[in-house]
């Protein structure tokens, strides 16, 4: 009991005293280095209530931390303070509203995992003495072909027959799993058509056009224009050249400047290597 309490007491503290500190930093603003403007910046930190709320929760996580660290192992308590993580991303969303990502989430879930498994680990080790063996027992004992072929009168066909029943029960298991992965994949496509229909049907995303050039002809310039002229929302056009003699550099910047309200931008070999090379 006192474990749990010191446990608590340090995850709440510490979750609560990082959200805190978060939201006080928020409203103190970026703070800079700069004599004056520092001096600014820590007296806006010593008006902010979040802040030493949040230093009173982190010195209450603390205290918990050793005291919990003078009777239990480090290898057991390190670990398990990682269910902060969990708490500071809800605390995030819900206090500061941030938006968490669905990968986020991911990594959250796997920590809460990875502390069950280390809190549990004797009960988990049990299991796999008991359940697991007699289960592998019950699997051998089903597959087994006892009442068609004797194993002590006839092995090959006996361990034959167990082979094909082996391989036909991994082709089921494998067509449920490929079964749940298409229905999982279904449930996320019609997620992605809602998001699609909420985001309107005249939604078009930004495009980029890379339009690799060398030389140039009569009709360079109309050719290239109908690239910038093109019915579209929001896209980017990247025209790419060898070397910055080419015939075609003068008719794109001459393109760049009588369409100022187009992004198109002029890139040579020789300004991408050494962009790459630095």
Known sequence: MK?????????????????????????????SFRPKALIR?????????????GLACLAVAFFSF?????????????PLTAVTYIT???????????????????????????????????HIEVFFKTRAIGLSGLIYSELAPDEMVNQAATPVAFWALFALRAALLACAAAAIVYYVISFVAG??????????????????PPATIFKPV?????????????????????????????????PATPIIRRLIAEFPE???????FASVLITCAA
């Open 3 to 31: 474990t749990f309490l010191l446990l608590c007491s340090l995850v709440v503290g510490s979750s609560l005293g990082e959200i805190l500190s978060a939201k006080g930093m928020r409203e103190v603003g970026d703070v």
């Open 41 to 53: 910046a820590l007296g806006r930190m010593i008006r902010s209530p979040y802040l030493f709320g």
């Open 66 to 78: 050793i005291s919990l660290l003078s009777y239990a192992d480090l290898s057991f308590v390190a």
């Open 88 to 122: 500071n991303t809800l605390g995030a969303q819900f206090f500061l509203k941030e938006r968490i990502s669905r990968s986020r989430w991911m990594g959250t879930t796997l920590v809460a995992l990875g502390v069950a498994v280390i809190s549990l680990d004797k």
């Open 187 to 204: 449930l996320l496509w019609f997620a992605d058509r809602r998001r699609q229909r909420a985001l309107g049907l005249d939604y078009t």
């Open 214 to 246: 060398r030389g140039a002809d009569a009709d360079a310039y109309e050719n290239f224009a109908s690239f910038i002229r093109q019915d579209y929302p929001e896209y980017q056009i990247v025209f790419g050249l060898r070397e910055e003699s080419d």
């Open 262 to 268: 187009r992004d198109v931008e002029l890139v040579t």
